[in-house]
Nanobody
Framework: QVQLVESGGGLVQAGGSLKVSCAASGHTFSSYGMGWFRRAPGKEREFVAAIRSSGTTYYADSVKGRFTISRDNAKNTVYLQMNTLKSEDTAVYFC??????????????WGQGTQVTVSS
């Protein structure tokens, strides 16, 4: 069982920056694929960014060039640095973990989310 705990959400003005974190339990974090998703009010959950165990990263077109996903395997933590935030980035942000035995795009574990609100 892998537990994921997000932190770092909050209120930020449009054009500002915020960094959210996701701490994972488990001894094999370095082997997990990790992803960030978000769900805006009244909308479906959508993919934001992902990072493989190899370090390869993927981004949704809507955040490419503004958001950066990274991981620190020594701290069992994945980060999402969000720059040039827009009001449409307002959402609950979730992290997810994929075990090595699970094929993309599925994820095995999900955090409870952290609220990011961008004021215009």
């Amino acid at each position: 069982q892998v537990q994921l705990v997000e932190s770092g959400g909050g209120l930020v003005q449009a054009g500002g920056s915020l960094k959210v974190s996701c701490a994972a339990s488990g001894h094999t974090f370095s082997s997990y694929g990790m992803g960030w998703f978000r769900r805006a009010p009244g909308k479906e959950r959508e993919f934001v960014a992902a990072i493989r165990s190899s370090g390869t990263t993927y981004y949704a077109d809507s955040v490419k060039g503004r958001f950066t996903i990274s991981r620190d395997n020594a701290k069992n933590t994945v980060y999402l640095q969000m720059n040039t935030l827009k009001s449409e980035d307002t959402a609950v942000y979730f992290c997810a973990a994929r075990l090595p035995t699970t094929a993309p795009p599925a994820y095995d574990y999900w955090g409870q989310g952290t609220q990011v609100t961008v004021s215009s």
